[in-house]
């Protein structure tokens, strides 16, 4: 079993739709929880970071961190075609090297339909 | 600002063939990662520079996987005898220090095997 699990999709939703993108994980040391966009041949994205259990909300992007339950989310409100992509979850804890190391999943593939 | 650069874009190699492939960072960023990403999956971790010093080579797959960083900004990592199961995308990511979890990445270099 991987250490971050994701549900690579695809996913296809209209545009306007709320859409949810999720990830658990196993390693509960986990401190630090990205979500990343990643558009088809470029480099990932940082959207959005969490530290702590509960909600962050940046304009229409909403992150959810469950750590009782080892679950993440990201909602997106007012879904718009410029949204489609692969969304990343990733995961970091500080390493005994002295530095956040990412773990990410597999992505989700996200399109949005005019 | 300018952010993360990585050259060459794309680069086939026969294989057998030694690759070189570089990541400029984003100026004044101590750390340096880079990640390999295979097709449909996430990016995994390679190897983690802070300034001039590799601090964390666990990710590197074999022996035939090396990368430098001798002034502390430009990177290289090279790839001796390249197998096709090294065929990927190389992706670079820079950040503010040690005790920062922002990595902020560069577009990648795809390389294919034949």
């Known amino acids: 079993q991987k250490e971050v699990e994701q549900d690579p999709g695809p996913l296809s939703v209209p545009e306007g739709a709320i859409v949810s993108l999720n990830c658990t994980y196993s390693?509960?040391?986990?401190?630090?929880f990205m979500w990343y966009r990643q558009y088809s041949r470029k480099g990932p994205e940082l959207l959005m970071y969490?530290?702590?259990?509960g909600n962050k909300e940046d304009g229409r992007f909403t992150a959810q961190v469950d750590k009782s339950s080892k679950y993440i989310s990201l909602f997106i409100r007012d879904s718009q075609p410029s949204d489609s992509a692969t969304y990343l979850c990733?995961?970091?804890?500080?390493?005994?090297?002295?530095?956040?190391?990412?773990?990410f999943g597999k992505g989700t593939k996200l399109s949005v339909i005019p | 600002g300018a952010g993360v650069s990585q050259s060459p874009r794309y680069k086939v190699a026969k294989r057998g063939q030694d690759v070189a492939l570089r990541c400029d960072p984003i100026?004044?960023?101590?750390?340096l990662f880079w990640y390999q990403q295979a097709l449909g999956q996430g990016p995994e971790f390679l190897t983690y520079?802070?300034?001039?010093?590799?601090?964390?080579k666990s990710g590197l797959p074999s022996d035939r996987f090396f990368a430098e960083r001798p002034e502390g900004s430009v990177s290289t990592l090279k790839i001796q005898r390249t197998q096709q199961e090294d065929s990927a995308v190389y992706l670079c990511?820079?950040?503010?220090?040690?005790?920062?979890?922002?990595?902020?990445f560069g577009p990648g270099t795809r390389l294919t095997v034949t």
């Open positions: 520079f802070q300034n001039e010093a590799q601090l964390d």
């Open positions: 990733a995961m970091s804890v500080f390493s005994g090297a002295g530095s956040y190391q990412l773990t």
């Open positions: 390693n509960s040391a986990f401190q630090y």
């Open positions: 969490t530290y702590s259990s």
């Open positions: 100026s004044g960023h101590v750390s």
């Open positions: 990511a820079s950040g503010g220090g040690g005790s920062s979890y922002e990595q902020y």
